[in-house]
């Protein structure tokens, strides 16, 4: 009950000066706000990663040439790095410990028509194994087979969104669509994907067999990219670092000079998004500790001239047997109740401002219950380790003096 009283009155003294109460708790309201944001973006690009890591593969590597098309000078005139399908059989042959390699063709906003009904969508030409290499299997009708790929077969697989755009609700297995200029054989429906957190959909394709993409729809002998499986027992780094140094010697590129290849694995998007995610928290972090450095000592200042100016009170309520340690715990208690204001309201403030940068920025944002617990730890920290002095001062004031 006495605890009770004490809080009470410590209550009624901080709402008996809003402003004042205000202006103290401020820091605490900025620094439990880019607290607050900091582990909602930890937590975000922690399931972002995990997500991305999913739809790239656990064990994956993505060779593309340059950063989409790379030129160079080769004996004093210029010519494009490309790969070549002949890449593809090499890093298969040469590097040790894969599962499973890829190459693709790829063309993109490509018209498509089926009867009256058309669209614009990428294509993708493939080898027969695509759909293992890629975790992509059919969700009807029949995949791409190495028959397709040796005969220059004129079939293709439909993603979900071109299915829909081109047949809607109607089974497209055997009809017939228009690529370009040439006619292709629906043989199956690829298994949908969805959205990426950039927006960009997965399910706009349209896949070909390899062969048939570079000899009777895209003429030409380059390839877009290579994916290659890694398996389990061997590292996932120094692979990519070996396909990358086998590409190199077959090109004939000094890496000390150029990059002509980009080697994507999972381990990259990790550290990417990491690396943005670090970036942010870092100038949070340095935000947040200034702002409760500042709050506090905002908080400490204010409460000693508080006690100066309720020496009356104090000498009052000693005269009237209230003890030292009675006008200790309720001046700490103040302290420790101005933060708790801070505390709310920089929680409302961190969800607000991680709210618009989930709305107006790429960097994932995810709720964490963490910041809950380590607001309120920092609450109380602040309000007992800045609340004590001006407790103390109070405490230590005369009765008789305070009276006079």
């Given at each position: 009950?006495?605890?009770?009283?004490?809080?009470r009155?410590?209550?009624?003294?901080?709402?008996?000066?809003?402003?004042?109460?205000?202006?103290?708790?401020?820091?605490?309201?900025?620094?439990?706000?880019?607290?607050?944001?900091?582990?909602?973006?930890?937590?975000?690009?922690?399931?972002?990663?995990?997500?991305?890591?999913?739809?790239?593969?656990?064990?994956?590597?993505?060779?593309?040439?340059?950063?989409?098309?790379?030129?160079?000078?080769?004996?004093g005139?210029?010519?494009?790095?490309?790969?070549?399908?002949?890449?593809?059989?090499?890093?298969?042959n040469?590097?040790?410990?894969?599962a499973?390699?890829?190459?693709?063709?790829s063309?993109?906003?490509?018209?498509?028509?089926?009867?009256?009904?058309?669209?614009?969508?990428?294509?993708?030409?493939?080898?027969?194994?695509?759909?293992?290499?890629?975790?992509?299997?059919?969700?009807?009708?029949?995949?791409?087979?190495?028959?397709?790929?040796?005969?220059?077969?004129?079939?293709?697989?439909?993603?979900?969104?071109?299915?829909?755009?081109?047949?809607?609700?109607?089974?497209?297995?055997?009809?017939?669509?228009?690529?370009?200029?040439?006619?292709?054989?629906?043989?199956?429906?690829?298994?949908?994907?969805?959205?990426?957190?950039?927006?960009?959909?997965?399910?706009?394709?349209?896949?070909?067999?390899l062969?048939?993409?570079?000899?009777?729809?895209?003429?030409?002998?380059?390839?877009?990219?290579?994916?290659?499986?890694?398996?389990?027992?061997?590292?996932?780094?120094?692979?990519?670092?070996?396909?990358?140094?086998?590409?190199n010697e077959?090109?004939?590129?000094?890496p000390s000079v150029e990059?002509?290849?980009?080697?994507?694995?999972?381990?990259?998007?990790?550290k990417?998004?990491?690396g943005?995610?670090e970036?942010?928290?870092?100038?949070?972090?340095?935000?947040?500790?200034?702002?409760?450095?500042?709050?506090?000592?905002?908080?400490?200042?204010?409460?000693l001239?508080?006690?100066?100016?309720?020496?009356?009170?104090?000498?009052?309520?000693?005269?009237?047997g209230?003890?030292?340690?009675?006008?200790?715990?309720q001046?700490?208690?103040?302290?420790?109740?101005?933060?708790?204001?801070?505390?709310?309201?920089?929680?409302?403030?961190?969800?607000?401002?991680?709210?618009?940068?989930?709305?107006?920025?790429?960097?994932?944002?995810?709720?964490?219950a963490?910041?809950?617990?380590?607001?309120?730890a920092?609450?109380?920290?602040?309000?007992?380790?800045?609340g004590?002095?001006?407790?103390?001062?109070?405490?230590?004031?005369?009765?008789?003096?305070?009276?006079?």
């Amino acid at each position: 009950m006495r605890l009770w009283r004490l809080g009470r009155e410590s209550l009624a003294a901080l709402l008996a000066n809003k402003a004042r109460t205000f202006l103290m708790a401020l820091g605490t309201v900025v620094g439990i706000g880019a607290l607050t944001v900091i582990l909602f973006i930890s937590d975000g690009t922690e399931k972002e990663v995990a997500r991305k890591a999913e739809r790239f593969g656990a064990r994956a590597i993505l060779i593309v040439p340059g950063h989409g098309r790379m030129s160079r000078t080769v004996g004093g005139s210029s010519a494009e790095v490309k790969l070549k399908p002949a890449d593809a059989r090499a890093i298969q042959n040469r590097i040790r410990g894969l599962a499973g390699v890829t190459a693709a063709s790829s063309k993109f906003s490509q018209s498509v028509k089926a009867g009256t009904a058309q669209t614009k969508t990428n294509v993708d030409a493939v080898q027969a194994n695509w759909h293992d290499v890629w975790d992509w299997p059919v969700a009807s009708g029949r995949r791409i087979t190495q028959e397709d790929v040796d005969q220059l077969a004129r079939v293709c697989i439909l993603g979900a969104t071109p299915k829909t755009e081109l047949f809607g609700d109607a089974d497209p297995v055997g009809q017939k669509i228009l690529i370009g200029k040439v006619w292709f054989k629906v043989k199956g429906v690829l298994a949908p994907r969805g959205i990426t957190g950039s927006g960009h959909d997965r399910d706009r394709r349209v896949i070909i067999p390899l062969s048939t993409g570079m000899r009777r729809l895209f003429n030409q002998q380059h390839i877009s990219n290579i994916r290659v499986k890694v398996k389990e027992e061997y590292d996932l780094d120094e692979t990519a670092r070996a396909i990358e140094d086998l590409l190199n010697e077959r090109h004939h590129i000094d890496p000390s000079v150029e990059h002509f290849f980009t080697v994507f694995s999972t381990n990259t998007l990790v550290k990417k998004f990491k690396g943005v995610s670090e970036g942010v928290s870092r100038l949070l972090i340095a935000l947040c500790g200034l702002s409760f450095l500042v709050g506090g000592l905002v908080l400490m200042n204010i409460m000693l001239l508080s006690v100066a100016e309720r020496q009356a009170e104090i000498g009052l309520r000693r005269a009237l047997g209230a003890g030292r340690r009675d006008i200790f715990i309720q001046f700490l208690a103040e302290g420790i109740g101005i933060n708790g204001v801070g505390l709310i309201l920089g929680w409302l403030l961190g969800f607000v401002a991680a709210w618009f940068i989930s709305a107006f920025t790429e960097i994932p944002v995810a709720p964490s219950a963490m910041s809950l617990l380590l607001g309120g730890a920092f609450s109380v920290g602040v309000g007992l380790i800045f609340g004590v002095q001006p407790a103390r001062r109070a405490a230590n004031l005369d009765p008789v003096e305070a009276l006079r």
